[in-house]
């Protein structure tokens, strides 16, 4: 099984600032034939279901704002809210979608400093 | 618009069955893998388990093999998880989730999730 480990559990950022997410797999997500990372990021606002953020490590899905970004290969991932906004408050999990059995980052909660 | 509506949730019995359901809308359901992810109170996403469009094949997380079977009625633009031989940790908020267009096994959109408390 692919392991995902989210880091940290919990950060706390200024209104504007920067907020910085980090997920590594175990095992690489990259696969080689279509040099594409299976990995994506969601957001889960309280008392909601997740958010689909981003795919394919870096691309956005439709209507996400660009001030989310992501970037990394292989084993190595980060998701980088550039300017944070109220309504960002949220935890975010990390996904590998690789292979079965499909897995979650533990989580990475995000507050308001 | 896409809906997911989950139902079949409740309080029930260890060892204990419940068959969920997933309402699909808005969208041809034929044409998507569909899935199971749980949420425990409190705590992180856990995939549980995909069904492929047809129905043909399925995979399933190591703890509810053998337990459960996820199985869809496209006709009817349904998808179900039957669970059974429930367990205390099985307890959660089951959401049903959509495969996306280009890979079924990211989660393009979850409906609200339905609780199930497995307890005596």
């Known amino acids: ?113 | 618009e896409v809906q997911l509506v989950e139902s079949g949730g409740g309080l029930v019995q260890p060892g204990g069955s419940l068959r969920l359901s997933c309402a699909a809308s808005g969208f041809t359901l034929s044409q998507k893998w569909m899935n199971w992810v749980r949420q425990a109170p409190g705590k992180g996403l856990e995939w549980v388990a995909t069904v492929k469009p047809d129905g043909g094949q399925q995979y399933y997380v190591d703890s509810v093999k053998g337990r459960f079977t996820i199985s869809r009625d496209n006709a009817n633009n349904l998808v179900y998880l039957q669970m059974n031989s429930l367990r205390a940790e099985d307890s959660a908020i089951y959401f049903c989730a959509r495969g996306a267009f280009d890979h079924g096994w990211r989660f393009d959109f979850w409906g609200q999730g339905t609780l199930v408390t497995v307890s005596s």
Not at chain 1, 24 to 45: A, P
Not at chain 1, 83 to 109: H, I, M, N, R, W
């Open chain 1, 1 to 113: 099984d692919i392991v995902m480990t989210q880091s940290p559990d919990s950060l706390a950022v200024s209104l504007g600032e920067r907020a910085t997410i980090n997920c590594k797999s175990s095992r690489s997500v990259l696969y080689t034939s279509n040099n594409k990372d299976y990995l994506s990021w969601y957001q889960q606002k309280p008392g909601q279901p997740p958010k689909l953020l981003i795919s394919w490590a870096s691309t956005r899905e439709s209507g996400v704002p660009d001030r989310f970004i992501g970037s990394g290969s292989g084993t190595d991932f980060t998701l980088t809210i550039s300017s944070l906004q109220a309504e960002d408050v949220a935890v975010y999990y990390c996904q590998q979608y690789l292979a079965p059995p499909l897995t979650f980052g533990g989580g990475t909660k995000v507050e308001i400093k």
